[in-house]
Nanobody, 126 residues
């Protein structure tokens, strides 16, 4: 059974950095496209970034372009989200999720992703 476990969240000051990790188990991670999503209190879940099964294609929300970088290490079955220049508006619970092998990485809509982790809290505050 496919499982995804996020880690790396925490409290950071504005302008700081965090790296989130999503460890995939049950299947090899390169069998799936992987996305990172976030949900702030009172808001809908939104796609932050996603990466294709091969790692050759990525996409980002406009709000994080130039600040966040998604990557995957197939040998560690792990997908990372490096978050730099964090802002208070980045505060949310961050989730990783998996979609089918042939998922086209474009816009990272949550409805395309079938398997979800439990989330990790990111708080950006001084």
């Amino acid at each position: 059974q496919l499982q995804l476990v996020e880690s790396g969240g925490g409290l950071v000051q504005p302008g700081g950095s965090l790296r989130l990790s999503c460890v995939v188990s049950g299947f090899t991670s390169d069998s799936f496209a992987i996305g990172w999503f976030r949900q702030a209190p009172g808001k809908e879940r939104e796609g932050v970034s996603c990466i294709s099964s091969s790692g050759g294609s990525t996409d980002y929300a406009d709000s994080v372009k130039g600040r966040f970088t998604i990557s995957r290490d197939k040998f560690k079955n792990t997908v990372y989200l490096q978050m730099n220049s964090l802002k208070p508006e980045d505060t949310a619970v961050y989730y990783c999720a998996a979609a089918g092998f042939n998922t086209v990485v474009r816009g990272c809509p949550p409805y395309e992703y079938d398997y979800w982790g439990q989330g990790t809290q990111v708080t950006v505050s001084s």
